[in-house]
């Protein structure tokens, strides 16, 4: 019978479609398992206990886990998420798989659990770059989340863009308003998008940028990610929903992390909407550093342990105080340096 062996520390590459990059194993056990029961797959779902697998020659298997798994030495509540690269071996006389191996992440996005304070949620594995989807009005995206998101997006190395959604919503103030917020991140770098998914306003500009990457969509319920894929995918209708008359809200409408191939070519990763985004894994002492504008900075602060928080010297606070960086930002800082409200 033909069998494949994995070995410990030895790498082993397996190139198949062009779906697929290559894999390299690592630091497997010693064991063997019949060649065409054990196969390498991606994640392109997960439904908490059961993951979506499309593998080399494929097809969609549903598979569950075997083992624990853990990313350096972190507790998550899903130790496998979408974009992960995965082995898994098929269970006898069926059609569902168990995953055993879980491949090198290039990257991931990681939030704390909300009420699970010392373990973490991954958001989406094996990006090239994120989407944060954002609205001024129905629901509100705060400029402090947007900081979490982007603080977040720094520290795991992952590009981002905002998408300023619901154009069509906006009224003269708002256009002004929204002026306001691109000026705060373009200055730094961050790419930023005007679209209306309900009008179709721009969606060609968002086409291009996804062509042939894996791209994560986030942000809050009700910022209108499933209509800005439905103008994306025409023909696949994602369930919509509305916003909470009461609450400015919106309501849950994906319920699961879900890959989406994209006609044109790429990937897109849709999520559940964030209403907290909680810092994982940062230390207080390395946050500047996830803030683009005073990373450039910190060499400047008299003294080399200065938090930038009321320290004399510091080059971070006179920045803020002669306008070379946004009162917005640095609040973000101290918001997220004290541990404030998730939610802000």
Known sequence: MNTITFLPQIYQPKTFSDTFKTFSILHLPSYTLPLHHYMQGLVIKSTGSWYQVYAEDGKNYDCRIKGKFRIQGIQTTNPIAVGDKVGFELEPNSENGVIDTLHDRKNYIIRKSINLSKQAQIIAANLDQAFLIVTLASPRTSLGFIDRFLVTSEAYSIPTSLIFNKLDLFSKQGLEILAEYKAIYEKIGYPCYEVSALK???????????????????????????????????????????????????QHTTTFAEMHTLPFGGYLIDTPGIRELGIFDIKPEELSHYFVEMRERLNQCRFNNCRHVNEPGCAIIKAVEEGEIEISRYESYLSIFHNNDTRA
């Open 200 to 250: 179709g306003t721009n969606i060609d500009q968002i086409e291009a940028l996804l062509k042939d990457k894996t791209t994560l969509f986030s942000g809050h319920s009700g910022v209108g990610k499933s209509s800005l894929i439905n103008a994306l995918l025409p023909g696949f209708e994602i369930k919509t929903g509305e916003v909470s008359e009461w609450s400015d809200k919106g």
